[in-house]
């Protein structure tokens, strides 16, 4: 717009000058050798004009020819560096499209035309490492190093070809010169950085990275994060040599990274050496508001050496007040539980943390608890069963390494701070939440001497491939007055344990089977009765297991002496009746093997018909049990059968 006003002005003052000298009266005369020549003013002027545009045109002509061959030369040039250009342009885009052959082409082209153009070098270096030409490659890289314009690109490219033969000497040289020529260069730096740390140069490394953060080539927050990281990496080494100052550097990293772990943990144990009790609570408890941790847990426990497992209990639950929700506060809370031998409250603390979350630490924990307190083997064997199942507990991973103590450097890609704590993934799928239910302790109900329950024990067979069999018994509570009782279902057995268990390691799944109702007319007495209110006091002896396999599979009218009954069938003869045959109605107990002489856990009653009734009780011991001595009263007293749960 300001352009087009000054083009009217200009041409308004043109024509403002024209009618002037068109007003101006009289006239012009030339006077030369005779001849006049009169003109008014104003055509003087034009004439004049038109005579300069001529002689301007014309010096221009003669100096167009004068350089005509400068300017042919100007041309060639001109068209040969686009040329060159666009062999460039072309080769570098074969390059990203994977075509070492077009773009070598182009390349060669881009060089002839542009000699002194350092993207043409680099256009053929990079097309040798993308063709596996890695001698070609190394030697344009080293051809760059002597121009000061492509040192920085020529460090570069021997920086990887170093790190791609796994030299990391020569990488870390290339990339320390590279540094050192250029601050700013951010591969550089972080090279530098990670191999300082790789070989635990944390000195070195501390000023890398400040000198990193001064080139602003990391943020405040991620400078705060790997100083933390490199300053408790340098306490963990001078912990022993020097724990002065491994506490004031670990003191500083806790200060930069609340949330690292290992820098609070490390801090507190050394602040506990020092007898500062108060301050190393403080820290431990600073940081698990923020992330709790096992380590954390176990530092505050013994923060105050000496003290008793009640003490550490107390303290635990403190901590893990603070954090509400928390599935690692309770499982703090359970294992110092379980170490006061506070079962109850253990047991409280495991179910908070199974209603909420599969975790393969509190099922093992479940099983250890159930172990200390009840001795029951079983039960632990289910736990064990059910953490095999849940899903691995936390733990330090980094680039695939699953780690149980932390590092700052990960051993795969040397990057620092690439440990973190988490699940390791795809290890389980078992995501089922228990219910009250679980937890229950399995077993028959309290049998009193006015209830006449009688229940199933279960034998343990051995076949000749070690595989357990489950054989159903049946055993008569006599606590009472004696009841008939009917054997469970023909060849009953519970489901095989998986090939290559032992024996001592199945675990006897013991189920109540209700029996007939006491019948009319019966009597009888027994002797030495003992109470049976735990599952594991229903075990037969191993001994009995062949003789208890043939009276389960024997019905409810057979003899009372399964194994005469056995042997009369193999010979062929007949059975002979006895009074269960004669009167049907009254019943009998089933037999569950052969007593031995010196077993104490059998009794025997007689009823109206004068029918002996043996009743079975829990074996002596189990076969993974070594047992007691030969002569069970070398001491001068019967020793009482042993369980299986407290050997």
């Known amino acids: 717009m300001i352009r087009v006003l000054i083009f009217f002005a200009f041409l308004f003052l043109v024509t403002l000058g024209v009618a002037w000298l068109s007003d101006l009266p009289g006239v012009i005369s030339i006077t030369w050798q005779g001849y006049v020549w009169e003109q008014p003013p104003v055509v003087v002027v034009l004439m004049a004009g038109l005579g300069l ?36 342009s072309q080769g570098l885009l074969a390059l990203g499209a994977g ?95 990670g191999y300082q740390a790789v070989s635990h140069d944390w000195e070195k490394a501390l000023a890398t990275l400040e000198r990193n953060y001064t080139s602003k080539l990391l943020d405040k927050k991620t400078y705060r994060r790997q100083r933390a990281v490199i300053l408790t990496a340098l306490a ?3 912990e022993q040599g020097e724990p002065d100052r491994a506490y004031s550097l670990a003191r500083e990293a806790h200060g930069l990274a609340l949330d690292l772990v290992p820098a609070t943990v490390l801090a507190a144990r050394l602040a506990t050496r020092k007898a500062e009790i108060r301050k190393a609570s403080k ?57 006061a031998r506070e079962f109850d409250e253990a047991r409280e603390a495991l179910k908070k943390v199974l209603r909420s979350e599969t975790s393969r630490s509190a099922f093992v924990m479940m099983a250890e608890l159930e172990e200390a307190e009840h001795g029951d083997r079983g039960r632990m064997r289910e736990w064990l069963a059910r953490a095999v199942r849940a899903p691995q507990d936390k733990a330090w991973i980094a ?56 229940t199933a024990a279960a034998a343990v067979v051995v ?14 509570d006599v606590e009472a007055a004696p009841v008939s009782t009917q054997p469970t279902a023909e060849g009953a057995k ?37 109470e049976m209110k735990r599952p594991h006091d229903l075990l037969v002896d191993p001994k009995a297991a ?45 037999v569950a093997g052969e007593t031995s002489k010196e077993s104490s856990t059998s009794t025997s009653s007689k009823g109206k018909d004068g029918l002996n009734q043996r009743i079975e009780f829990p074996l002596e011991r189990m076969p993974d049990d070594p047992g007691l001595d030969d002569d069970p009263e070398e001491d001068g007293f019967a020793r009482p059968p042993r369980s299986r749960f407290f050997n």
Request: charged share 25%; hydrophobic share 40%; net charge negative.
């Open 546 to 590: 062949p003789a208890a396999q043939a009276a389960a599979q024997t019905p409810a009218s057979a003899s009372a002496s399964p194994a005469k009954a056995a042997d009369d069938a193999s010979h062929g003869s007949e059975p002979v009746p006895t009074a269960a045959d004669k009167n049907p109605t009254a019943g009998t107990a089933a």
């Open 463 to 476: 076949s000749d491939d070690d595989a357990p069999v489950v054989e159903a018994t049946p055993v008569v």
């Open 283 to 339: 820290l431990i408890e600073s940081t698990w508001r923020v992330s709790p941790h096992p380590d954390l847990a176990e530092a505050y426990a013994h923060v105050r050496s000496g003290d008793s497992a009640v003490d550490r209990l107390k303290r635990v639950k403190s901590l893990a007040g603070q954090k509400a929700n928390s599935s690692v506060g309770e499982l703090a809370v359970a294992r110092a539980a379980i170490e």
């Open 99 to 193: 075509n070492p052959k077009l773009a070598r082409k182009y390349g060669v082209d881009a060089d002839k035309l542009l000699r002194h153009e350092p993207a043409t070098k680099l256009l053929l270096a990079q097309t040798a490492q993308l063709a596996g030409k890695h001698e070609e490659a190394r030697d344009r890289y080293e051809a760059m190093l002597e121009d000061d314009e492509t040192k920085s690109v020529g460090l570069h490219g021997l920086f990887i070809e170093a790190e791609r033969e796994g030299e990391p000497v020569a990488a870390r040289h290339y990339a320390e010169e590279a540094s050192q020529a250029t601050p700013g260069l951010e591969w550089a730096g972080k090279a530098v950085l």
């Open 494 to 530: 519970a489901p095989a344990m998986p090939a290559g268990t032992k024996p001592s390691e199945a675990a006897v799944a013991i189920e109540p089977t209700p029996v007939a109702s006491k019948p009319t007319g019966v009597e009888g007495t027994t002797d030495d009765v003992r």
């Open 236 to 238: 963990q080494d001078l």
């Open 53 to 88: 545009l001529a002689i301007l045109l014309a010096l221009w002509l003669v100096m167009s020819i004068l350089r005509s061959p400068k300017l042919a030369s100007r041309f060639f040039r001109r068209r040969r560096r686009e040329k060159g250009y666009r062999s460039l």
């Open 399 to 454: 680039d695939g390494i699953v780690s149980r103590e932390w590092q700052p450097v990960s051993p795969v890609t040397g990057k620092l701070d690439a440990f973190e704590w988490a699940t390791p993934a795809g290890m389980s799928d078992e995501s089922e939440l228990l219910e009250d239910a679980a937890f229950d302790q399995p077993g028959l109900p309290v049998l009193t001497p006015n209830e006449a329950v009688g």
